[in-house]
């Protein structure tokens, strides 16, 4: 037999070395043992259960039962075997290649099963985990106090953060010395421009453009020049709310508005008070204070024992704004609040320290979803 390299899938290349063990590809003299089949069908059968796919099993048979196979060559070679051992060999060589056959099917069946191509589909394995993602507590203030006001009829408006100090102080009646204005509490920009102090400019933002009727409320981000504690944080949200009108609206309004909002966002049996005070762009202002949610008014320490706890600045409009904005202040009327989001987003989850709302810790911030 010539010698020839065996390559992958071609049937008819001449095989080396295969005709017995040990053999250097010359004919084999004197024809083959018994025990020489066996040696040559044990190294078959081992070929066959080893082949790991259908292309390698592949090889296993052109190299044993192809027509230049190995078991053609010693069918071939029976003549030369003596005539007493004929009968043996013949029946070795016979169940050689029936056994080869019928393990060859079966590995090609077994090759070709699901089951060999990858690892089989397990139903009790635990589902994947999917993470799913909820709006951040900030967020889902914002969009609470909006809904409310949207049963009231008052509509989202938004500005930009980089403001003017025409819209953030000026037009709001700020008088050019007041402390807000200082370097130490505003990030300036440059000499006009400024990262707004309060949602208040939307106000102004909204008046120059549209005339009353005016029910708004405008979400956003604030910054300030606060140096960052449990409860400051140089970047906040706010709510601000404007309702301007030619009819007469009066504090009475305001109060029963605010009085509706608490107890749709923290309960019926909310408390509120509105408490004197100072802001420049309104007149008369308050503060509006909630009974605290903790104690239910009786005090302790998260109302610092007083049993309130402070939620939004309001007033009735300035008449000096409506000028800045050109409205008549004898022919409008109006009220404006605007309240601190992660306060009341710390109070209605029990968040203790303001910077846990910025630190992005999916820890904490899932448990809000
Ligand atoms: N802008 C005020 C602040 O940041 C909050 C405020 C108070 C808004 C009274 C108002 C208002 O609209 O009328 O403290």
Not at 243 to 254: K, Q
Not at 261 to 290: I, K, L, Q, W, Y
Request: with cysteine; proline share 6%; glycine share 8%.
């Amino acid at each position: 037999m010539a010698a020839a390299f065996l390559l992958p899938g071609d049937d008819d290349v001449l095989l080396s070395c295969l005709c017995r063990p040990g053999c250097a590809g010359q004919e084999m003299e004197g024809g083959m043992t018994v025990a020489e089949l066996e040696t040559m069908e044990r190294e078959s059968l081992d070929a066959a259960r080893g082949a790991m796919d259908a292309a390698a099993l592949d090889q296993v048979r052109v190299r044993y039962v192809g027509r230049n196979g190995l078991i053609p060559a010693c069918v071939k070679q029976m003549k030369d075997v003596p005539a007493a051992e004929r009968p043996e060999s013949g029946k070795r060589l016979h169940a050689w290649r029936a056994g080869l056959e019928a393990l060859l099917e079966a590995r090609k069946a077994e090759l070709a099963a699901p089951a060999a191509q990858g690892p089989a589909f397990d139903c009790t394995l635990p589902g994947r985990w999917h993470a799913t993602g909820a709006a951040h507590p900030v967020s889902q203030v914002i969009e609470a106090v909006a809904r409310i006001f949207a049963r009231l009829g008052f509509s989202v408006a938004d500005g930009p953060d980089i403001e003017n100090a025409f819209n953030n102080f000026t037009a709001l009646n700020t008088a050019p010395h007041h402390p807000s204005m200082d370097e130490a509490d505003t990030f300036w920009l440059d000499g006009d421009r400024l990262l707004r102090t309060q949602t208040s400019p939307v106000q102004i933002r909204v008046m120059t453009r549209h005339r009353p009727p005016v029910r708004i409320i405008t979400p956003g981000r604030c910054y300030r020049r606060d140096t960052t504690d449990a409860t400051h944080s140089a970047n906040f949200h706010q709510v601000e709310g404007l309702y301007v009108d030619t009819r007469p609206v009066s504090l009475a309004d305001l109060k029963s508005t605010l009085a509706h909002f608490a107890r749709e966002m923290m309960g019926p049996g909310v408390g509120v008070r509105f408490r004197p005070h100072f802001f420049p762009f309104t007149e008369p202002s308050v503060e509006v204070d909630f009974s605290c949610h903790v104690c239910g008014g009786k005090g302790c320490r998260v109302c610092k024992m007083s049993g309130w706890i402070e939620i939004a600045g309001a007033g009735m409009v300035d008449p000096r704004v409506y000028r800045f904005v050109g409205y008549d202040p004898e022919s409008v009327y109006g009220y404006a609040f605007g309240m601190g989001v992660e306060r009341i987003a710390m109070i209605q989850y029990g968040i203790k320290d303001i910077r846990s709302l910025y630190e992005n810790d999916v820890r904490f911030l899932s448990q809000f979803g």
